[in-house]
């Protein structure tokens, strides 16, 4: 049995994302003596997938339901099995998708311009 420093969360890179999910997040974090592949990232209390992409941790935004208007959740990492060994964590903002309803005008010159 190991006694482990908590997972210090540092920044997380970008902090928003549609409500639909699937953003990769790059996390900063010290993660001390944890092995990579014993990670889980938790957006909220909801478990998402995490990445190691060349010593990059990156967590995939779990989609969400309640999207009536831009979402704060709390994002840490944890360990598989005992969760709690995360500091605070960083605040990932969940937004609505852009969506481009028209365009005016509907042509344009190859070169550009006017």
């Known amino acids: 049995f190991d006694y482990v420093n908590p997972i210090e969360v540092r920044s997380l890179a970008p902090t928003s994302g549609p409500f639909s999910g699937n953003t990769e997040i790059f996390v900063d974090a010290n ?11 938790l957006f909220g209390t ?13 967590c995939i ?3 969400i339901t309640d999207y009536s208007q831009a979402k704060k959740v709390l994002v840490r990492l944890g360990v598989k099995g005992a969760l709690n060994v995360s500091s605070p964590g960083q605040m990932f903002i969940y937004y609505n998708s852009p969506s481009l309803h028209s365009l005016h005008p509907s042509y344009g010159f190859f070169e550009g311009g006017e």
């Open 31 to 41: 993660i001390g003596v944890v092995e990579t592949d014993d990670l889980v990232c």
């Open 46 to 58: 909801e478990i998402a997938k995490v990445k190691v992409r060349n010593k990059d941790i990156i």
């Open 61 to 63: 935004s779990p989609p």
